[in-house]
């Protein structure tokens, strides 16, 4: 079955800009949609077709795919950023839909 | 605005059966497929399977296969997830959404969440 890696944990000082990876085998093929989880809630839409923003997020995320790896990109980070984020894709082989193992984004 | 409204948290014996229902509003509840997914203490995300309300045909992960079952109550704009034999690893908050875009296709994304149930799962 496919597996999107990402990395357990990234830090980020406020106002700085915070960089997510989703690795996958030719990702760069596929649509990639990422996720915001805060602790105690459900998930929210923040990233959806690689690179395009659901109604109501700031212009502050934003997502590329290329090759083996999507990157979610977070510019001036703000405390209220900090959450779990998660990549998710359509797996074709299997007709499973795929989530990414997730990242904690700290804000320090 | 779109809502999807879930039941009560569960607490089950080994074995037992558990019913998630999830309540639709704010959309055109035939329009739209229904995920359901679940998320164990502490770890990611997985997805379970997908049902269509209109007609109600349902695809599930395999790993669900046997022991899953998903139904819709049109009348009611109400979706069920019911989960049988029930194991300890089955503790989870179990989630629907609802999926946008193109179902089975890479173009397929899940906008809103429910607020999430958890089940409990007891020896």
């Known amino acids: 079955s496919y597996v999107l890696t990402q990395p357990p944990s990234v830090s980020v000082a406020p106002g700085k800009t915070a960089r997510i990876n989703c690795g996958g085998n030719?990702?760069?093929?596929?649509?990639v949609h990422w996720y915001q989880q805060k602790p105690g809630q459900a998930p929210v839409l923040v990233i959806y077709d690689d690179s395009d923003r659901p109604s109501g997020i700031p212009e502050r995320f934003s997502g590329s795919n290329s090759g083996d790896t999507a990157t979610l990109t977070i510019s001036r980070v703000e405390a209220g950023d900090e959450a779990d984020y998660y990549c998710q894709v359509w797996d074709s082989s299997s007709d499973h839909y795929v989530f990414g193992t997730g990242t904690k984004v700290t804000v320090l | 605005q779109v809502q999807l409204a879930q039941s009560g948290a569960e607490v089950k014996k080994s074995g037992a059966s558990v019913k998630v229902s999830c309540k639709a509003s704010?959309?055109?509840?035939?329009?739209?497929?229904i995920h359901w997914v679940r998320q164990a203490p502490g770890q990611g995300l997985e997805w379970m399977g997908i049902?269509?309300?209109?007609?109600?045909?349902?695809t599930y992960a395999r790993k669900f296969q046997g022991r899953v079952t998903m139904t819709r109550d049109v009348s009611t704009s109400t979706l069920y997830m019911e989960l049988s034999s029930l194991r300890s690893d089955d503790t989870a908050v179990y989630y629907c959404?609802?999926?946008?875009?193109?179902?089975?296709?890479?173009?397929?994304?899940?906008?809103?969440w429910g607020q999430g149930t958890l089940v409990t799962v007891s020896s």
């Open positions: 049902i269509e309300p209109s007609g109600g045909s349902t």
């Open positions: 704010g959309y055109t509840f035939t329009r739209n497929y």
């Open positions: 030719n990702i760069g093929s596929k649509s």
């Open positions: 959404a609802r999926g946008l875009g193109r179902p089975y296709s890479s173009n397929a994304w899940f906008d809103p």
